[in-house]
């Protein structure tokens, strides 16, 4: 390890994520103290330790040359997906979820760690087919590259760490110069499918009353006419595209693609998704409608974050959490607790430095002349970016809960260490930013 590596090291990025980690530690320690003052978990202490392990990582990969991910990207993604599918038949089963590898007393989420190899090998991959930017082959293989290990997340099932495979395919295909047709296929794609896999739900829990139209996208045999119609459709249109060669025949398939596709997906994910991630779904539209069942988290979340005023109740004064009216705290709502004990400047700072942490990797990404490099580290913006949004977002009841973590500050082994991962090659890129 040379000194003059370590002194080049982007100190602006890593400061923030340190900070973040200590910030991290004290909420989970706070996090399991209860009304009467007493420690009732350690999970401080595990989280200081991967803190630790985890700024040593990547301190330690920021001392290897990047481009030895490159050379073994392959590898490191078929390597990956062996443990993921492998915690998809035998993994611990927590919630209703097989997410966890148990290796002794330790569970990890592969989940966490595939990110990472997603990365690497889809910047891999675009990198070298730059000299084809817009081709639909390149489109179409970069989400192949993602879909597979998405799928296998999403039979566990998993559908916030699903989305976030989503978001990282996004923002790596935008700043590749993919079209932008294909990168809107996929947004709307993905939003008609959530107002589908959502109607049923207002239907039944909000509106309280029966849509006829809705039978569209919830009744099999119609499901499967309405396919077969916009087949029909789509193939006609296939067609006079090839004779007439008029550009509007493209579009007729493009939109029946897309409708065919969000119908379809959504009533999948009907069969595959359990009661209670259905009704994460909807009770951030109204968490009364099950103020007692999964509205309770959101309601108390909302609480705790107004109980924290401007300043805060200030540390270990929270009551939110001291008195176990949020669940899952130390994880999921950890920026909930963080908020009440630090009012609206405490959540302010946290977003200042997510925000330094993000322009920082953007940075990195424009000053880099290594292809290779800008998209590993547009690979990570979209994975930081989107945990953070849809985390705090759901915190505050503006976003579904999903289960996605805070990075750095959420309880979790898996995704500390999977996120300086990340962090440990972007400090690699920064320092060898200008080798080709």
Request: glycine share 8%; proline share 3%; charged share 10%.
């Amino acid at each position: 390890m040379k000194l003059r590596e370590i002194i080049k090291i982007d100190y602006l990025l890593l400061l923030p994520v340190i900070a973040l980690l200590v910030f991290g530690v004290l909420y989970i320690f706070s996090s399991g103290i209860t009304s009467s003052g007493i420690q009732v978990s350690d999970e401080y202490i595990k989280q200081i330790i991967w803190a630790v392990a985890g700024i040593a990582a990547a301190i330690v990969i920021a001392m290897v040359n990047y481009r030895k991910f490159y050379n073994i990207s392959v590898y490191i993604y078929l390597v990956s997906l062996i443990p993921l599918l492998y915690t998809l038949v035998f993994g611990r089963i927590i919630y209703n979820a097989a997410r966890w590898l148990r290796i002794g007393a330790f569970g990890i989420q592969m989940s966490e760690f595939v990110k990472i190899s997603v990365i690497i090998l889809l910047a891999r991959y675009l990198a070298d087919t730059d000299h084809n930017r817009k081709s639909f082959s390149r489109f179409f293989i970069s989400c192949l590259i993602v879909i597979i290990p998405m799928g296998i997340v999403l039979l566990q099932p998993d559908l916030g760490t699903a989305l976030v495979y989503i978001a990282i395919l996004i923002t790596m295909t935008f700043l590749a110069g993919v079209a932008m047709r294909y990168i809107s296929f996929i947004i709307f794609t993905i939003a008609l499918t959530g107002i589908f896999l959502v109607l049923p739900l207002w239907q039944a829990y909000i509106l309280r009353k029966s849509i006829p139209f809705l039978a569209v996208i919830t009744n099999p045999k119609i499901i499967v006419m309405v396919i077969f119609f916009l087949l029909l459709i789509a193939a006609i249109a296939v067609f006079g595209y090839v004779k007439y060669k008029k550009k509007y025949f493209y579009w007729i398939v493009y939109m029946a693609l897309i409708v065919m596709l969000s119908i379809g997906t959504s009533y999948a994910a009907r069969l595959v998704l359990k009661n209670y991630q259905l009704m994460r779904l909807i009770v951030f539209l109204d968490p009364n409608v099950d103020n007692r069942g999964a509205g309770w988290n959101i309601i108390q979340s909302v609480t705790a974050i107004g109980a924290g005023g401007l300043t805060g109740r200030g540390y270990l004064q929270g009551t939110q959490s001291h008195y176990r009216f949020l669940p899952e705290q130390s994880t999921d709502f950890i920026f909930s607790i963080y908020s009440e004990e630090t009012g609206f400047l405490g959540g302010l700072m946290v977003f200042v430095l997510f925000l330094l942490i993000c322009q920082r990797l953007i940075n990195t990404m424009k000053i880099t002349i290594d292809p290779f490099a800008k998209y590993i580290c547009a690979g990570l913006v979209g994975m930081f970016g989107f945990h953070f949004i849809i985390n705090v977002g759901m915190t505050m009841g503006i976003m579904p809960i999903t289960g996605i973590p805070l990075l750095f500050m959420s309880y979790g082994g898996s995704a500390v260490l999977a996120a300086m991962f990340g962090i440990g090659i972007v400090l690699s890129i920064y320092i060898r930013r200008y080798n080709r």
